[in-house]
């Protein structure tokens, strides 16, 4: 198994597909499947029927898991898309950098 690149709250922007070119945050991660959850990016419209009384059906439009692969890393400095570097910190601890303009990410 891989690592993710990407973790819940990054800005991530679409590489491929039909939401190619757009930006959002991640809302959650599935690491076992390498897919991520993105807001505003994979709608599906799903129809639902009332199961309970007072329950409303109608049809909803969710948000739906994309491949990790597909998305890259936004730096928050440069507002550009791009690969992470990760560098130690004279403290020992280990931090994600933008490959782009060099800021801790």
């Given amino acids: 198994m891989s690592k993710m690149h990407i973790r ?3 800005t991530v922007m679409v590489m491929s597909g039909k939401d190619k070119g757009k ?3 991640v809302l959650s ?3 076992d499947k390498l897919q991520a959850t993105v807001e505003g990016i ?3 419209t799903k129809h639902t029927k009332p199961r309970r ?3 409303v059906g109608g049809i909803i439009k969710k948000e739906i898991p994309v ?5 890259i890393r936004v730096c928050p400095k440069c507002n550009k898309p791009t690969r992470l570097g990760h560098k130690i910190l004279p403290d ?3 931090s994600r ?5 060099g800021e801790l990410i």
Avoid: M, S
């Avoid at 491949?67 to 998305?71: P, Q, T, V």
């Fill in 8 to 10: 819940a709250g990054d």
């Fill in 23 to 25: 930006k959002g945050k």
């Fill in 29 to 31: 991660v599935v690491t």
């Fill in 42 to 44: 994979n709608i599906a």
């Fill in 53 to 55: 009384q007072g329950d």
């Fill in 67 to 71: 491949k990790a692969c597909k998305l």
């Fill in 92 to 94: 020992g601890n280990k």
């Fill in 97 to 101: 950098v933008c490959k782009k303009c």
